[in-house]
C-alpha cells in the first residue's frame, strides 16, 4: 500500500482530530483499526487523546486509551491530557487518565500543578 501524498494526509489528521473533539469513539477506532497511527499529531502537537480529554468526551478517551494512546504524549506547548482535562474541570476524564497511568508530574504546568491551581488535587489522590 502507497502512502498517501502529504495533502491528504494532513486533511486525515484534521478530520480525526475533529472527530476526537467531538468525541466520536466509533470513529476515531475505525480510523486507528484501519491504520492511522493512535498518536498521530497535528502541527500544535496535539494527538486525538489530548483532544479527547480536554474536551471532556471519556468515551473517547477511554476508547484510544484501549487501542494504545500513550497518555503522556504532550503537545507542542509541552502540555500532557491530564493536565488539560483538568484545567478544563473534566474530572472524570481526570480520574479515567490517572487510572490509566498518567504521569501527575509530566508536562508544563505538570498535572499536580494544575490541579493545586484550581483546587483539584483530591483527583489526583
Given at each position: 500500500m502507497e502512502p498517501l501524498p502529504e495533502e491528504q494526509t494532513r486533511a486525515?489528521?484534521?478530520?480525526?482530530?475533529e472527530l476526537a473533539r467531538q468525541g466520536r469513539a466509533?470513529?476515531?477506532e475505525e480510523l486507528v483499526t484501519r491504520g492511522l497511527p493512535v498518536d498521530?499529531?497535528?502541527?500544535?502537537?496535539?494527538?486525538?487523546?489530548m483532544?479527547?480529554?480536554?474536551?471532556?468526551?471519556?468515551e473517547a478517551v477511554e476508547r484510544l486509551v484501549a487501542l494504545g494512546a500513550d497518555v503522556d504524549l504532550r503537545n507542542?506547548?509541552?502540555?500532557?491530557?491530564i493536565a488539560g482535562a483538568l484545567f478544563k474541570g473534566e474530572d472524570e476524564v481526570v480520574v479515567a487518565?490517572?487510572?490509566?497511568?498518567?504521569?501527575?508530574?509530566?508536562g508544563t504546568p505538570s498535572a499536580r500543578a494544575t490541579?493545586?491551581?484550581?483546587?483539584?488535587?483530591?483527583?489526583?489522590?
Open positions: 486525515v489528521v484534521e478530520m480525526a482530530m466509533d470513529e476515531l498521530v499529531q497535528d502541527e500544535q502537537g496535539n494527538t486525538m487523546l483532544l479527547a480529554a480536554y474536551h471532556g468526551r471519556l507542542a506547548r509541552d502540555q500532557s491530557p487518565l490517572r487510572e490509566a497511568g498518567a504521569d501527575l508530574d509530566a490541579a493545586a491551581m484550581f483546587g483539584r488535587a483530591h483527583l489526583l489522590e
